[in-house]
Every structure is written in C-alpha cells, then in structure tokens.
C-alpha cells in the first residue's frame, strides 16, 4: 500500500501541507519522481538538489549544514583559547604587544596593514 492509497493517512497529509487531496496527489508523484532520479530534499533551503550535494545520514545539503555550523562558530573565543593554550597570553596581553609594536612585526617592523595576514605571536622569519 503506497503513501496515496490510504484515504485516512492522505486526508492527514493534505490538511498538513493545506492542499487540497488533489494537489497532494500531485505533489507526491513529482516527490516520487525526484527521489527515484536521485535527487534529496534540504530541509534547511527547502530545493531538491542531487544526492552527491548532501553528507551522509544528513537531512541537509553541504552548503546548509556549512553554513549552519559557521554561524555557531564564535572567532573571538577561539583565538582567546588559542591564545591562552599556544602561548599563555589573555587577549588583553596580546592586544598590549601589539599596541607597544605600534601593530607591526617585532623581528622587521612590518606594519600588519601590508601583511596578508594577522601578526603573530611568535614565528621566524626565515623557516615562517
């Protein structure tokens, strides 16, 4: 007995979705459809994209579920960990060695405006 069969069940179904039986019916077919192409449903950007875009056992695709777990991620509290666990140094600390090397590098005086990246804390210049 497929999902449409069941009278009951797709009464349910339709007042769920606030279709009509007929629009479900439809609706239905074309999700048939898709999945016997290959194709999966992001429960987070609401599209049908193929199932190579998506991880596995995950109901979102990659790019969902990136930038999901980049909106959790706090930059401030990881470079405060990293920091303290690297170098013993608060934020603050840092913030200070900075502000006393007028915000350049301490080995070449190199203002970290012409730097592509942040100073850091420790580092030669010759092995980088």
């Not at 074309?30 to 449903?41: I, N, P, R, T, Y």
């Not at 994209?49 to 695709?61: I, L, P, Q, R, V």
């Not at 991620?73 to 405060?80: I, N, P, S, V």
């Not at 608060?90 to 730097?115: A, P």
């Amino acid at each position: 007995m497929t999902k449409s069969s069941n009278p009951r069940n797709q009464s349910r179904r339709a007042k769920i979705r606030g279709v009509t039986i007929a629009e479900l019916v439809l609706i239905e077919q074309e999700e048939e459809s898709k999945l016997a192409q290959g194709f999966k449903w992001c429960n987070s950007c609401k599209e049908w994209k193929e199932a190579e875009h998506f991880g596995k056992a995950h109901s979102y695709c990659k790019q969902c579920y990136r930038d999901r777990s980049n909106a959790k991620y706090d930059l401030d509290k990881q470079r405060t960990y990293l920091l303290q666990k690297k170098f013993g140094l608060t934020t603050e600390e840092y913030d200070k060695m900075l502000v006393d090397q007028n915000y350049s590098c301490y080995i070449c005086n190199t203002h970290e405006d012409k730097l592509d990246r942040s100073l850091a804390v420790d580092h030669d210049h010759k092995t980088g």
